[in-house]
C-alpha cells in the first residue's frame, strides 16, 4: 500500500521559496503520475503540476509556470515542489497524490480522479 507524506509547508513571505516534499512509501511503481494539488479555504481542489514517469513529461498551471517546479528523486522516493516568487493566492494547503499507470501529460493534466492515492496535505501561507 502506497502512503504519502507532505512536508515543507510554512509561512512565507510574498516573493519568497518554499520547497514541498512528498515522500513515498510502500512505492514500486514503475510507471506513474506523481502530482500537486491544492485547495484554499472556500475554493475547489487546484491541480498544480504533475510529471509523468512514463514519458517525464510535466505539466503546470498557467497561475504557477515559471515560478514553479516539480521533480522526483528514485532514489529517495520523493516528489518536490520548488515553489518561488510566491503570491498571498499561493497560499492553501497542498497535497500530493500519485496515480499507477504510464500517462503522459504533455497535453494536459491528469484528472484528479485518476489519482490512486492522496497524502494528507501541508498547509502554505504566504503573508507579510
Known amino acids: 500500500q502506497v502512503q504519502l507524506v507532505e512536508s515543507g509547508g510554512g509561512l512565507v513571505q510574498p516573493g519568497g521559496s518554499l520547497r514541498l516534499s512528498c515522500a513515498a512509501s510502500?512505492?514500486?511503481?514503475?510507471?506513474?503520475?506523481i502530482g500537486w494539488f491544492r485547495q484554499a479555504p472556500g475554493k475547489e481542489r487546484e491541480g498544480v503540476s504533475c510529471?509523468?514517469?512514463?514519458?517525464?513529461?510535466?505539466y503546470y498551471a498557467d497561475s504557477v509556470k515559471g515560478r514553479f517546479t516539480i521533480s522526483w528523486d528514485n532514489a529517495k522516493n520523493t516528489g518536490y515542489l520548488q515553489m518561488s516568487g510566491l503570491k498571498p493566492e499561493d497560499a492553501a494547503v497542498y497535497f500530493c497524490a500519485v496515480a499507477r499507470g504510464a500517462y503522459t501529460v504533455l497535453s494536459g493534466p491528469l484528472p484528479v480522479e485518476e489519482y490512486d492515492y492522496w497524502g494528507q496535505g501541508t498547509q502554505v501561507t504566504v503573508s507579510s
Open positions: 510529471f509523468s514517469s512514463g514519458d517525464g513529461s510535466t
Open positions: 510502500g512505492f514500486s511503481l514503475n510507471y506513474y503520475v
